[in-house]
């Protein structure tokens, strides 16, 4: 009996590596953990106060990051699935990379200069130079991760764990290496020198091992506004999830102008929003099959297999949310000292909205994603973000960070609903019919 589960195993370990399902999961994992722990270093170097400022102004510069490249990052990973020649995979990639990068040069500038003239609060204000090495970072960080893209959609799960996993900790050896010597200022400019050096190597490898001998062809123009239309849709539904998180750090920090309730509030976030790591290696994995079976219009597949991912994802994160929860404080004095329990009601309450988050919602929105599915996401997160600023609007002056805590975890929920009835209403249900 015991030879016969081992041999079992055996060939269930076997065919999850063949597919590559073990180096994403394991890849990602460790790419999340080594960035997870590594903010929580930086936190350690850094006193609450320049925590606090730079929370903000790495909070101001997302709202940009989320333009970078207008999605062609995320339009890369669907459209090389569907491209079956190398050489039009080659010219779509360049395309993706050249036109996001004339996109990000803009971005850039746009940033600089609204950071400028914004009127920052009187904590903040002296420190609006910061955004200058922050703003610089973007056209890297598209261009990573247009490689990383292109390596999910050429299924070679190995080299992108493999490459993942070394960017994000040549990262942040930087910025920890940055913040011991430098202080905020090295920081960031150390960041921006890692990500201008990972990027390199990243390029070379993935052209050298894939396209080194391949010549691109050119693609016709509907294709190419297809995929323009994808990815922008793919931006701003994205965007609109980003916008959640930068939504509470930037209303904390206009209505109540206070550096350290913004350190409190972030620290009170890392873990309920890094409990992502649990379930992000799923999504990268299962993401292009979900995107081979609907265009096969294999509908069966799909309702079959969505039910697997949801069970999984959402067990795993809701026994994590309940571990979290009854380990709050020791966690907090660990990770971040008795400065920090302050944090502790807040990030009870995040844990709860990250339960409906990351183990419900982002499992269906990344899933309706890879079926090009994007006005159903968009129009969700349209909604959410509507009812979360009201709630902000209305919470944040009485209650601080518990506010935007409470906030959260009525909007996730909402949005995982609607989305899970978009889904059972459009493919189970079609399926059946």
Known sequence: ????????????????????????VVGSFMTKFVSLFGSIFVVRLLSKQDYGILSYYENFIGYFSIFAGLGLASGVQRYLVLIDD?????????????KGSIINLCLIALACLICYFYPHKEAFEPYKAL?????????FVFAAEAVFSSLRALFDYRKYAYMSFGVATALI?????????????????????????????????????????TRPRSLEKPFLREMN???????????????????DLFLLGQLLGDETIIAEYKVAYVIPANL?????????FVAPYFTKYEHEKNYAWIKEKFKLVLSITGGIVGIFVLICLVLAKPMIWLLYGKEYYSSIPVMRVLLIASFFNNGIRASIANILSSMGAQKANLAVAGV????????????????????????STVVYFVMSMSLLYYFIKNYVRKEIA
């Open 86 to 98: 190398y050489s039009g995979k080659k010219n779509c990639l360049l395309y993706a990379m050249k």
């Open 276 to 284: 992502s790591i649990l379930t992000a290696a799923i999504a990268t």
């Open 229 to 247: 239309t994808y990815s922008f849709q793919v931006m701003l539904t994205n965007g609109l999830w980003t916008i959640f998180m930068l939504n």
């Open 173 to 213: 050896a930087a910025r920890l290496f940055g913040a011991v010597t430098g202080g905020i200022r090295g920081l960031l400019w150390m960041r921006l020198a890692m990500e201008i050096a990972c990027v390199f190597v990243c390029v070379y490898v993935l052209f050298h091992s894939f396209f080194r001998e």
């Open 131 to 139: 955004i200058i090495p922050l703003a610089l970072c973007i056209p």
């Open 384 to 407: 959410g973000i509507v009812i979360q600023v009201t709630l902000d609007v209305l919470l944040i002056p009485t209650l601080g960070g518990m506010g935007v805590a409470l906030s």
């Open 1 to 24: 009996m015991f030879e016969k589960i081992k041999n079992l195993v055996k060939d269930r370990v076997s065919r999850l590596a063949e597919t590559g399902a073990i180096h994403v």
